[in-house]
C-alpha cells in the first residue's frame, strides 16, 4: 500500500524524452478532436466508448515498412463513470492503407464494446484481424453513421492538416508499451492493472492530460445524457 501511494503522488524521472512528449501531443490531439464543429469524433460516440487512444505523430513512412509506427497513450472508463490512469500503448504494422498526405497524422481509437475492450487487455491485436474496426464518422452527432460503425468494436480516427476523417488501419498491430508503462510507474505493470483494476493513480506528470481526458468524456457524457432526457 506504501509502494502505491509513493508511485501515486511521485514524478517518474525514468520515462525518456519520447514518451513524455507523447503525454504531452496528447493533449492538443484530444482538445482538437473534441472541440471541431463539423469534421470532429461524434460526442455520442465519446460518451458511449469504453475506452480511448491516442496517438500523436504517428509516421506513415514507418507503417509501409512495418516498423513501430508510433506511440500513444490509453484510458478506459471504469465501473463509477470516470476514466482511469492512463497506459502507453504502440501502434504499427505493414498495408494498412494508411493513404494521409504529409509524413505523419494523429491517430485515434475508440474501444466501443467489452469485446475490443478484451482484445485491448491482451499482448497485443491486430486491427482488421483478431479486432474488428471500422473507420469512424465525423460531425458533432452520430445520426449519418452506418450500422457497421454503430456495432464496431472499434472505430478510428485520423487526423492531417488539422482535419480529422475516418482511417481505415487494417493490418496495424496496437499493443502495450511495457517498457514505458514500467518506468511510468515504477515497477512491471499490466494494461489491466492500470486501465481497468485501478491499482495505480495517475502520476503527476500524467495530470493535463487526465484533466483533458476526464474533461472531454465527462462533457460527452452529459451532453449525451441531456440529449437522451429530451427524447
Same mark, same amino acid.
Given at each position: 500500500?506504501?509502494?502505491?501511494? #509513493?508511485? =501515486? ?38 460518451? !458511449? ?18 516498423? !513501430? ?14 476514466? =482511469? ?5 504502440? +501502434?504499427?504494422?505493414?498495408?494498412? $492503407? ?12 475508440? +474501444? ?14 491486430? +486491427? ?12 458533432? #452527432? ?48 499490466? $494494461?489491466?492493472?492500470?486501465? +481497468? ?14 484533466? =483533458? ?11 449525451? !445524457? ?6
Amino acid at each position: 500500500m506504501v509502494l502505491l501511494l #509513493t508511485l =501515486s503522488v511521485g514524478a517518474s524521472p525514468a520515462l525518456d524524452k519520447k514518451d513524455t512528449k507523447t503525454l504531452q501531443e496528447a493533449v492538443p490531439v484530444l482538445n482538437a478532436l473534441a472541440s471541431a464543429p463539423d469534421k470532429g469524433i461524434p460526442q455520442e460516440l465519446l460518451a !458511449k466508448a469504453n475506452c480511448i487512444l491516442i496517438f500523436p505523430s504517428v509516421a506513415k513512412g514507418a507503417f509501409i515498412v512495418g516498423g !513501430k509506427a508510433g506511440k500513444g497513450v490509453a484510458s478506459c472508463r471504469m465501473p463509477n463513470g470516470t476514466m =482511469s490512469a492512463p497506459a502507453f500503448y504502440e +501502434i504499427g504494422g505493414a498495408s494498412i $492503407g494508411f493513404q494521409i498526405g504529409g509524413q505523419s497524422a494523429d491517430v485515434v481509437l475508440l +474501444i466501443m464494446n467489452e469485446g475490443g475492450v478484451s482484445h485491448l487487455l491482451s499482448d497485443k491485436f491486430t +486491427i482488421g484481424g483478431e479486432v474488428t474496426a471500422t473507420a469512424g464518422p465525423v460531425g458533432r #452527432t452520430a445520426q449519418a453513421a452506418t450500422d457497421a460503425q454503430m456495432h464496431a468494436q472499434i472505430l478510428s480516427w485520423s487526423r492531417s492538416r488539422g482535419l480529422f476523417v475516418g482511417a481505415a488501419l487494417d493490418g496495424s498491430v496496437v499493443k502495450p508499451d511495457k517498457e514505458a508503462n514500467e518506468a511510468l510507474y515504477g515497477m512491471p505493470i499490466s $494494461g489491466r492493472e492500470i486501465l +481497468i483494476d485501478s491499482k495505480v493513480t495517475a502520476p503527476a506528470q500524467t495530470k493535463p492530460l487526465m484533466q =483533458s481526458i476526464r474533461r472531454h468524456m465527462d462533457a460527452a457524457a452529459a451532453q449525451d !445524457k441531456a440529449e437522451k432526457a429530451k427524447s
